[in-house]
């Protein structure tokens, strides 16, 4: 089986938009395209919105973070592990939020229908409301999901940090065929063992045959492992 790999970049803004250019340079060599997680509410026109528009023109895929990564949107107890915006919310609320979000990317001059929560944390209802709002793809911590099919592609997203242990994941999921799926912030691109360490998992990941993809592009990846779910909504308790 053929390892695919994903790399995603967030945190783009006015202050890290120099590393973030870097960074996508330094990809670019290696053929290597990059998935954008945008919050929109919290984007600043300008600069980074220019450089985000040119490099969806390009391979790299815009996807959806959430709205405005407000702590706990509902204003109700949830666990310190589950503060995240869309981790807790029910599929009406989650529903307004993602309608919101979406008119603020059409703000920008930018679409897309590809999710991934912050916090990589997606209520079952937030699930629901994406697949209502016809969005195509969510990513979360544990795997990609196909919205249309129910389809999952398992793989957790390994958030990039100082710590080269970090490399022998990378390197174990390739060999094996696996989904290898990286995230960096680009506020950690600051530090140069970070910026080390992701590209060194990048370089390994390749030399162990990965194909490099991005959120839009790994509906039908050569061999990949998927698991189904049903397609169906969750209980009413969840809405």
Same mark, same amino acid.
């Given at each position: ?28 060599? +290696? $053929?290597?395209?990059?998935? #954008?997680? /945008?919050?929109?509410?919290? *984007?600043? !026109?300008?600069?980074? %919105? ?51 979000? +979406? $008119?603020?990317?059409?703000? #920008?001059? /930018?679409?897309?229908?590809? *999710?991934? !929560?912050?916090?990589? %944390? ?118």
């Amino acid at each position: 089986m053929v390892a695919t790999l994903v790399v995603s970049l967030s945190g783009i803004g006015p202050s890290t938009l120099a590393r973030c250019a870097d960074l996508a340079a330094e990809l670019d060599r +290696r $053929a290597v395209p990059l998935s #954008l997680l /945008l919050a929109p509410r919290k *984007f600043v !026109p300008g600069e980074p %919105l220019d450089w985000v528009r040119e490099r969806v023109r390009g391979r790299d895929a815009l996807v959806l973070h959430g709205f405005d990564h407000s702590a706990d949107p509902c204003h109700r107890a949830v666990s310190l592990r589950r503060r995240a915006e869309f981790s807790a919310l029910p599929a009406h609320e989650a529903g307004l939020r993602l309608v919101a979000a +979406r $008119a603020a990317v059409h703000r #920008l001059g /930018l679409v897309t229908d590809l *999710f991934a !929560p912050p916090g990589w %944390l997606a209520s079952p209802g937030t699930v629901v409301a994406l697949r209502r709002h016809r969005f195509a793809v969510c990513a979360d911590m544990a795997g990609v999901r196909d919205l249309r099919s129910g389809d999952v592609r398992v793989g957790r997203v390994r958030m990039v940090s100082e710590h080269w242990g970090h490399l022998s994941g990378v390197g174990r999921a390739a060999r094996r065929g696996g989904f290898v799926r990286i995230g960096v912030d680009a506020a950690d691109l600051d530090r140069s063992g970070v910026r080390d360490v992701l590209l060194e998992s990048v370089d390994l990941a390749l030399h162990h045959g990965a194909e490099a993809a991005t959120y839009s592009s790994t509906d039908s990846p050569r061999g990949s492992t998927r698991t189904s779910t049903p397609s169906g909504e969750v209980p009413a308790s969840s809405r």
